[in-house]
C-alpha cells in the first residue's frame, strides 16, 4: 500500500504570461472561497480562488467525468493533468485509497490550493508538483492518466496532452478525458484513435463527451 504526505515540487516550466488559469497566475489579488461539494458518494471540502477554473462549483465536465471513471488498477497509479485546486485527482484519491494520485498543472495557485485541499481531506495518497504538460513527469508506469484539458489553451496544447500520455502510461493504462463536442471532441477522438489505435465514448451528456483510450502494447 502506498502511502506519502503530498508536497509541491517545484520543477522548470515555460515562461507564460499570468492572465489565464492554464498559465502561473502567481500575482492575482485573492478571492478565496470555502465550500463543500460530494463527487462519488463522498463530500469534499475546497477552497479555490480567483485565478483557477471554475472557482465557485466543480464544472459539469468534471463531474461527469469523476463519476464515469473506472480505474484500470484501485491500486495502481494515476495522473491528473491540469489538476487545477483538485476535483478530478481528490476525488479519486479519496475513492481509492490504496492508489497514488499525482497531480499536476502549471499555474502556481492552483497547485498551492491542490495541495491545500488534500491536507485538508486528509488524503495523504496524492503528490501534487508543477509541470508545462509533461515537461516534469518523469515516470512511466501510470495505469491511468486523467485529463479535463485547457481548451482555451489551444489545439496543440490539448493535443500534446493526448500524445504524450501513451509513452508515459503502462501497458493495458487508460487515457481518459473529457472535452465538448463543439470544443473539439471529434479531433481529439481521431487523434486518440491515431496514437493508441483505439478509442471509445464511456460517457456524453449535455454536448460533453468521456473519451477512453487503452495502452494495449
Partial sequence: MWRSSFSIH???VENVSNKHYYTKNSDLDH????????????????ISDAGVFSKTTVDFGSRLLIESFEASNPSGKMLDVGCGYGPIGLAFAKSYPEAQVDMIDVNDRALELSAENAANNGLANVRVFESSVYAGVTDRDYTDIISNPPIRAGKKIVHEILTGSFERLETGGSLWIVIQKKQGG???AAKMEEVFGNVGVVAKDKGYFIYRSMKEV
Avoid: Q, Y
Avoid at 32 to 39: D, I
Fill in 10 to 12: 517545484r520543477k522548470a
Fill in 31 to 46: 478571492n478565496r472561497k470555502t465550500w463543500n461539494f460530494e463527487l462519488r458518494g463522498a463530500s469534499i471540502k475546497f
Fill in 186 to 188: 471529434p479531433s481529439a
